[in-house]
């Protein structure tokens, strides 16, 4: 989604959009918190007490923003595309 955000369609179709703005920030959340939750396994110690509560609250921090970021998708597309929504 990056390559697409910051070079490739995305950007040349939907900068102009306030929506597209604002995906930035739940987007590096996402990636954010699967890094942090990646560490533990790379480490081998995510089945302590500590990690697991850690795993559960980076996980739903990844499934908030990630639904953050379907609902700016689908407001983006509609701001890019005010005739096809006043056509329903």
Not at 41 to 69: F, G, P, R, Y
Not at 81 to 87: F, G, K, L, T, V
Request: hydrophobic content about 35%; aromatic content about 6%; glycine content about 4%.
């Amino acid at each position: 989604m990056g390559k697409w955000y910051y070079e490739g369609d995305g950007k040349e179709l939907f900068s102009h959009t306030p929506s597209y703005k604002k995906m930035e920030e739940p987007h590096a959340t996402v990636h954010e918190m699967a890094l942090k939750t990646v560490s533990c396994a790379t480490h081998q110690d995510c089945l302590i007490e500590k990690n697991q509560n850690m795993i559960v609250k980076n996980m739903s921090s990844m499934e908030q923003s990630s639904k953050e970021l379907f609902v700016l998708l689908d407001a983006m597309v509609e701001e890019a595309n005010p005739e096809i929504i006043r056509s329903k």
